[in-house]
């Protein structure tokens, strides 16, 4: 059975913090994972990781995926109250019949106090 | 912004009645799916079209169908709505014009059904 786990569901640190979301899988026919932020409303798009080892970056957040070890982290320096959402991980399938689904993980709640 | 309009944003309804909700999107994209979001369970998918007509079914499919008549337009039908279809209702697509396989969000719909 396809799965993806994050780790840990929930985290609460203070401005300045650095922080670490995990994310494990376990799925055939990996094509690519995906990172989005959801703050109370739609889940918007972070990153797209299909390389092992390659950091994508984006301001003060980061991403790298090994496809040997099945994981993915995503790492958020001088953390500010609006990094505050539930950050969510997702594998997209490759394939033909698989039409680029996802599956997600259960999300990582990160508060960030001031 | 990936042009994607959800109606309607709230409803609520009784159990055993029908439901439609409606997807829109202006970019012409090929792929569209829709999600279900709940506590604890992340994001999961109901049904997903990849062409005009063509459809299948996601991991929690049960007391849902879907259409897709047209490229802008899918949507999703609870034949007789249930509580445990009270959530909240994501509608994606697939970015397949410029081949980078992202997936955009839409605003969601929050169901309640009583």
């Known amino acids: 059975e396809d799965k993806v786990v994050q780790s840990p569901l929930s985290l609460v640190v203070h401005e300045g913090d650095t922080v670490t979301l995990n994310c494990s899988y376990e799925v055939t026919n990996f094509r690519s994972l995906l990172w989005y932020k959801q703050e109370k409303k739609a889940p918007t798009f972070l990153f797209m990781l299909?390389?092992?080892?390659i950091e994508k970056k984006s301001g003060r957040l980061s991403s790298i995926l090994d496809k040997k070890e099945l994981f993915s982290i995503l790492n958020i320096t001088a953390t500010q109250t609006g990094d505050s959402a539930i950050y969510l991980c997702?594998?997209?399938?490759?394939?033909?019949?698989?039409?680029?689904?996802?599956?997600f993980g259960q999300g990582t709640i990160l508060t960030v106090h001031p | 912004d990936a042009g994607i309009t959800q109606s309607p944003r709230h409803k609520v309804t009784e159990t055993g009645t029908p439901v439609t909700l409606r997807c829109h999107q202006t970019e012409n994209h090929r792929y569209m799916y829709w999600y279900r979001q709940d506590p604890g369970h992340g994001l999961r998918l109901i049904h997903y079209s990849y062409g005009v007509k063509d459809t299948d079914k996601g991991e929690v499919s049960d007391g849902y169908s879907v259409s897709r008549s047209k490229t802008e337009d899918f949507l999703l039908t609870l034949e007789s709505a249930t509580s445990s279809q009270t959530s909240v209702y994501f509608c994606?697509?697939?970015?397949?014009?410029?081949?980078?396989?992202?997936?955009?969000f839409g605003p969601g719909t929050r169901l309640t059904v009583t």
């Open positions: 997702a594998v997209q399938f490759a394939g033909g019949t698989s039409y680029g689904k996802l599956t």
């Open positions: 994606a697509i697939r970015e397949s014009v410029l081949g980078t396989n992202e997936q955009y």
């Open positions: 299909t390389s092992s080892g």
